[in-house]
């Protein structure tokens, strides 16, 4: 199948400046033409003529959460949802409708930063094989904590080990299982821990050693790993583990930075889901206490990120959304609150994500040779960042994607 697009502006995210007036050649699912328009004839090709509309790459979403992300149902009902005991086939039908309404989004490609049972790899094959429409995924299994690790109610998505014997154990049942990126637990979430075990949130988890167990075998077959951390400490250990990617990097120092910078290591800040616990928690079901936390953590860590991003530390968008309102778009306007221009906040969804999950090469720009994940904007977000929320059509593969699911514009007025 060939397609013709005709559009008044092209935002390639290489960081070139905004062309206008462009025509893209697509043919069978991947970019063989990009010239000014009227110049590329359509030979057949479906044209789509769009001089109003802004065209950019797919975004991709590096943290993402398939299995935890919380929706009315599409009749209505509540919006609290409560992490109860479900059966897997209605986690799987709630994860399919996630997956639907981040495409819808604009996002053609996820990493699913871990799920229980390896439902993430499921689901990536899933998609792939063409059984339910959503982004590419790029999955993790169960997060890989140690014994105490996981907040209540949070121990379904992950699995506690104990020492690095367990830890390297665990982490070759992942690659076995089919993971494209170990994710590793280490520090506590805003909940504090496990069990009776609960402290300050973000205290330091598992030593430099068990983690460094993951990380090795990890590496042996070329997959990623990735850290969630929730301090200073934690940020440190992960670095000296070798982990490709740092999840959160809540609490930053400056010996944090140097480090990140000396070993090149990036973070996925995920600033959306303490945005939106902080402003619906309480609406959401969640305690009054993990709103106030998440104000006072994002308050700190919007600090040390941009810190951060003024020393040259590579950024990517993550969400780690467990609702609408935690979008990738409002990700990107977060980081524009740090200093990032509104092109560097669109690369940070784009072409970083795809250089640190090694997808460079296929996807994250629009170029001549990569795969045709594309989305056309109403408006422009060069002009304003909250733009990304106006998606008009996207297509996934050289394939229109039928919109919409949701109606999103109630979660994207409240959004801006």
Not at 14 to 31: H, K, Y
Request: hydrophobic share 45%; proline share 4%; aromatic share 4%.
């Amino acid at each position: 199948m060939k397609l013709l697009l005709n559009v008044g502006k092209l935002i390639d995210a290489t960081g070139a400046a905004m062309q206008e007036n462009m025509s893209v050649l697509v043919d069978d699912g991947r970019i063989t033409q990009i010239a000014a328009h009227g110049t590329i004839a359509a030979n057949g090709a479906t044209v789509i003529d769009a001089p109003d509309k802004t065209l950019i790459p797919g975004l991709i979403d590096i943290h993402f959460h398939l299995f935890l992300l919380m929706l009315q149902p599409l009749g209505g009902g509540s919006e609290v949802t409560h992490m109860t005991d479900e059966m897997i086939a209605t986690k799987v039908f709630k994860a399919a409708n996630a997956a639907k309404v981040w495409l819808q989004m604009g996002v053609t490609t996820v990493r699913d930063a871990g799920a229980g049972q390896f439902l993430a790899v499921a689901m990536k094959e899933a998609i792939r094989d063409g059984y339910t429409p959503g982004p590419r995924v790029v999955a993790s299994g169960p997060l890989i904590a140690q014994t105490g690790g996981f907040r209540p109610g949070n121990g379904g998505h992950g699995v506690e080990v104990t020492g690095a014997d367990e830890a390297r154990r665990e982490a070759r049942l992942h690659l076995k299982a089919g993971v494209d990126v170990v994710k590793i637990y280490g520090a506590s979430t805003i909940g504090g821990g496990g069990g009776r075990l609960i402290s300050e949130p973000g205290w330091t988890q598992f030593t430099v050693e068990e983690m460094r167990a993951i990380v090795e075998e990890a590496h042996k077959p070329g997959r990623l790993t990735s850290c969630h951390t929730g301090s200073a400490q934690s940020i440190k250990n992960a670095i000296l583990a070798g982990v490709d990617f740092i999840d959160h990097a809540t609490y930053m120092d400056q010996e944090c930075i140097d480090m990140l910078l000396e070993t090149n290591t990036p973070i996925v800040p995920t600033q959306a889901i303490a945005w939106s616990l902080e402003k619906f928690g309480v609406k959401m079901g969640f305690g009054p206490h993990i709103a106030k936390k998440s104000a006072e953590v994002s308050a700190v860590s919007m600090k040390c990120l941009a810190n951060a991003y003024h020393a040259g530390v590579r950024i990517a968008a993550g969400t780690d959304a467990d609702n609408p309102r935690a979008s990738l778009a409002k990700e990107c306007e977060l980081l524009t609150e740090i200093g990032m221009s509104n092109i560097e906040a669109l690369i940070a969804a784009t072409k970083t994500p795809a250089e640190i999950l090694r997808l460079d090469a296929e996807i994250g720009t629009i170029e001549v040779g990569k795969i045709a994940d594309l989305v056309l904007l109403d408006q422009n977000p060069v002009d304003d960042i909250r733009h990304l929320t106006t998606v008009a059509r996207v297509f996934q593969s050289g394939k229109e994607v039928p919109l919409p699911l949701y109606d999103l514009s109630d979660f994207y007025g409240k959004v801006n």
